[in-house]
Every structure is written in C-alpha cells, then in structure tokens.
C-alpha cells in the first residue's frame, strides 16, 4: 500500500500581533458580513505597549450593506470608545485594505472624513 502524497500548502503569511509604541495604546478592529443573510457584526479590542487589555467588545449590526460598511462600522466603534476612555495616542490597525485606501487618500486630499456627525471646519 503506497503512501498518501503529502499536500503542499500555499505559502501562509502569518504574523502575530505587534505591540505599539510606548505612551501609546493599539486599537485592532474587524468587521463581518454576510452577503447572502444580510448579517454583520463587528469586533474591537485596545490595547496598551503591554498588551494588557484595556477594552474589548463586539455587538451585531442591524444595518449593513457591506463588508466595507461593515469594517468601517468597527473602526468608528472602536476609535470613539478608545477616545471615551483615554487620552493616549492611538494607532489603529485592520485587515482592510479597502479602509486604509480610503483614509490615506482623504488625508492626501485633505479633507478630514470625520464621519462622526461633526461639522468639518470651515476654511476661508
């Protein structure tokens, strides 16, 4: 009886979590969605040069059109609970590009993308 062929794996990136910087605190974010339900949630979790915890959460979304939307809806969540809750500097990372596209292109074009309901400031 012969032996099966070993499978080969694709190369798989892999890397672990990062600390950040000292005096600075690390917000991972992600969110889910489901195209053929509807479904979609979102995960955060802040972290201080330690790793200590300091918040994490998840909830569900009641309105979500898309995976985008989806990891949008974490970033929000989790930008404004770490702001809720310290004063430190933050650096948020996620796994989506299309995100990151974005927010560098509104920082390039120089608008500021709050999307949080404040008016933008006024330039004369």
Same mark, same amino acid.
């Given at each position: 009886?012969?032996? @099966? %062929? ?5 190369d798989?990136?892999? !890397?672990?979590?990062? %600390? @950040? @910087? ?14 053929? %339900?509807?479904?979609? #949630?979102? #995960? ?5 040069? !330690? ?5 994490? &959460? ?8 898309? &995976?985008? *939307? ?22 948020? !990372? %996620? *796994? $989506?590009?299309?995100?990151?596209c ?8 120089? $608008? ?6 404040? @008016? !933008?400031?006024?330039?004369?």
């Amino acid at each position: 009886m012969a032996l @099966p %062929t070993p499978v080969t794996r694709p190369d798989v990136r892999t !890397e672990r979590w990062s %600390t @950040p @910087p000292m005096g600075c605190l690390k917000l991972n974010v992600d969110g889910a969605y489901v195209a053929q %339900t509807g479904d979609a #949630g979102v #995960g955060i979790i802040l972290r201080n040069n !330690e790793g200590a915890v300091r918040i994490a &959460a998840c909830r569900s979304l009641k309105f979500c059109s898309s &995976a985008l *939307d989806a990891e949008l809806q974490a970033c929000l969540m989790g930008v404004r609970l770490a702001l809720d809750h310290s004063n430190e500097d933050l650096l948020v !990372e %996620t *796994d $989506s590009l299309e995100l990151v596209c974005m927010a560098l292109n509104k920082l390039k074009d120089g $608008s500021s993308g709050a999307g949080d309901g404040r @008016p !933008e400031a006024a330039t004369s």
